[in-house]
């Protein structure tokens, strides 16, 4: 997508349009806002999820729907999105900015090809998001590689 | 960040501000918009970059300016950003959506941590962005893993 012309903002979620968890737990002092899992600590789960032969990769309003599925799906908290289509080969950029990190998306239609990232830190769990992802973009194959940010060491 | 309360979007930087490419050389039918390198045809590079020891992790108008000014180094066409800053724990969330993709910022100044994603397709060079982020963040240690996105096999 180097270099293209974008068609410009074409969604925008309020801020309003949330799904806040009680955040009465989280105003303890001294809180460690890492999560352990496994008997390792660390800051966030991340998947980057590669979508080929991929279907509605050029649609964003579609896009922007599926990335918060998922990200609901997944447990989190919504916070702000944004997507802005391409021309001329009608590529999707955008982003979900989460309570707990975020999911992003670039589509390449014409090789039916997408890039996926879901960071997801605290109780979520980011694998909950690729069945949306599955159902909505049906890929021939997904390559998921999954990488833990910020391990302590 | 799990469950905290957000303080609101903080800034937001209106899409005029760009500094857009020439799209002309785009405009040809049946441009490959995957990029070549190393005998390696694939869609974007993609650095995932955590910082350890790392300070000015609780300024979202600071870290704004910092991650466009690492999009700029890398030669990155910036299309929109969008911060958010939680409490009690001052971390701040964001996003700099770029006409090559993005980058994004998760920190949790507590720990002295953030975890920072650089993915850019086409000509662009994310390794330059990263000398930015050190000289605003002065980090202890940086561990940088790259992963090229969408590789053809």
């Given amino acids: 997508m180097n270099a293209l012309m974008p068609l410009g903002m074409v969604s925008e979620l309020p801020s309003e349009n949330q799904m806040l968890s009680d955040p009465a737990m989280d105003h303890v002092a001294g809180k460690d806002y890492f999560v352990e899992r496994d008997g390792q600590k660390f800051a966030g789960m991340h998947l980057l999820v590669d979508l080929w032969g991929a279907t509605n990769l050029g649609d964003p309003?579609?896009?922007?729907?599926v990335l918060c599925d998922a990200a609901v799906a997944a447990g989190a908290t919504i916070l702000h999105s944004h997507f802005h289509h391409f021309s001329p080969?009608?590529?999707?950029?955008?982003?979900?900015?989460?309570?707990e990190s975020h999911i992003s998306i670039h589509t390449w239609p014409e090789r039916g090809?997408?890039?996926?990232?879901?960071?997801?830190?605290?109780?979520?769990?980011?694998?909950?998001?690729?069945?949306?992802?599955?159902a909505a973009f049906r890929p021939r194959a997904?390559?998921?590689?999954?990488?833990?940010r910020g391990i302590v060491r």
Avoid at 89 to 99: E, I, P, R
Avoid at 113 to 134: K, N, Q, T, W, Y
Avoid at 142 to 148: A, F, K, N, V
Wanted: glycine share 8%.
């Fill in 61 to 65: 309003e579609l896009i922007d729907r």
């Fill in 89 to 99: 080969n009608g590529g999707v950029s955008g982003v979900v900015v989460l309570a």
């Fill in 113 to 134: 090809f997408a890039a996926v990232d879901i960071f997801m830190c605290g109780e979520c769990d980011p694998h909950l998001s690729v069945p949306v992802l599955r």
């Fill in 142 to 148: 997904i390559e998921l590689d999954e990488q833990r």
